[in-house]
């Protein structure tokens, strides 16, 4: 296949146009590593979208992006739920999604929320629930849906470029752990990490009938003191036939990768193997060097910038071109088939859990 051949839009390009004299009026609640980025791309990046307000639980956080960005700031999250706000972005810890996400749903505005959805399929059914009861909106952040390249391949694959899928294959490793009060609170490595690349496995090829997974703590016994993995390795298959590979990792002391491979009867295609910072390599007698981005902050700055700016034409009456409630909570279903994977060392069904993950 040609790089040239022609794809779907980009999503983010998809609905009705944005204007700065109609302006989406977001909030975004949270304003850690994440939050931080979201707001300033609301702020300044995402045309037709206006910062109204900014929350963070930390009195200094929330003074300091609310002055850096020129809006009023909060400690109260339903300060991020007034009459002059009508889509808010929830980038809090895991474990408060559930809960903002139903108060944003009962005060009848728009939600973009972090994945995952919540800490456990319970609570994250009740959201998507309460979401959907309330007509509003409610997009996940699988930022990777949004990303040129895996959203270009993504389109080729679901039109039958690749002929009949036999592989998909999907790295995501951090460089550094996140902080130890993150990991604890993330929910562990599959609900936290893996989820994006299962996630991307359901997009672009299709339901996951079986996973098998393994995970383990070599070097950082501090991930082990919250009862995380350091590896993981998850195997899938989807109900096509077709196999997949996905490993996992929270330290790849060289940056963040973040890559993947679809292999099929007529080819493949490689994402995301690129992550140079700029388009130079360095060569001296000791041989030659590129820089290889850190973070997913740079590697995904575009997908971030593109999924608040298809959120705010959702909410202006465009399609929802991003991961629904439904498909995080097909994600976090996956998810808790790989730890019950990795706890019984079998494979596991999917269709064995029920909707509570049991
Ligand atoms: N899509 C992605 O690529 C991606 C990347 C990183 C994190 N995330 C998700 O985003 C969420 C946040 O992650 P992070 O890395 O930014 O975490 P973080 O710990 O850096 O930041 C969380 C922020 O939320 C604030 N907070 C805590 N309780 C709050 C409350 N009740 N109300 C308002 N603010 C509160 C904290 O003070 C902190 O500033 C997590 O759910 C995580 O899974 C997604």
New binding site residues.
């Given amino acids: 296949m040609s790089p040239e051949s022609p794809a779907a839009p980009a999503p983010s390009t998809i609905g009705p146009e944005l204007t700065a004299a109609d302006p989406v009026r977001m909030s975004v609640?949270?304003?850690?590593?994440?939050?931080?980025l979201h707001a300033e791309n609301v702020a300044g990046r995402v045309p037709g979208a206006r910062l109204v307000r900014v929350?963070?639980?930390?009195e200094d956080?929330a003074r300091a992006q609310g002055e850096r960005l020129g809006v009023p700031w909060s400690?109260d999250?339903a300060d991020a739920l007034g009459d002059d706000v009508e889509a808010v972005v929830i980038?809090?810890?895991?474990p408060?999604?559930p809960e903002?996400i139903a108060q944003a749903a009962a005060a009848g505005k728009a939600i973009m929320c972090?994945?995952?959805i919540a800490s456990d399929l319970t609570a994250g059914r009740r959201a998507a629930d309460a979401a959907e009861a309330a007509g509003v909106l409610l997009q996940i952040?699988?930022?990777r849906r949004f990303d040129p390249a895996w959203a270009h391949a993504r389109e080729r694959v679901r039109v039958g470029e690749l002929g009949e899928v036999q592989l998909f294959r999907s790295q995501l490793w951090d460089q550094r752990a996140?902080?130890a009060?993150?990991l604890a609170?993330?929910?562990g490595l599959y609900l936290?990490v893996t989820v994006?690349d299962l996630d991307c496995a359901r997009w672009m090829v299709g339901e996951v009938e079986e996973v098998t997974a393994h995970g383990a703590v070599l070097v950082d016994q501090e991930i082990a003191a919250v009862g995380d993995l350091e590896i993981g390795v998850v195997t899938l298959k989807f109900a096509s036939g077709a196999l997949g590979i996905i490993d996992n990792g929270r330290s790849a002391v060289y940056g963040y990768q973040a890559s993947g491979e679809v292999l099929g009867t007529q080819g493949a295609v490689r994402i995301g193997d690129d992550h140079r910072i700029h388009d130079l390599q360095w060569r001296t007698p000791e041989g030659a060097r590129t820089d290889w981005q850190g973070d997913?902050q740079t590697r995904?700055a575009p997908a971030?910038v593109a999924e608040l700016e298809a959120f705010a034409r959702a909410v202006r009456g465009g399609p929802a071109t991003g991961a629904t409630g439904a498909d995080a909570l097909a994600a976090q279903r996956l998810a808790a088939a790989c730890e019950r994977s990795r706890a019984e060392r079998r494979t596991v069904v999917v269709a064995e859990l029920d909707d509570d993950g049991a």
């Fill in positions: 609640i949270g304003l850690g590593r994440l939050g931080r929350v963070d639980a930390v956080v400690t999250p980038v809090a810890p895991t408060l999604h903002l972090e994945k995952p952040g699988f930022h996140p902080a009060s993150f609170d993330s929910g936290d994006h997913f995904f971030y």
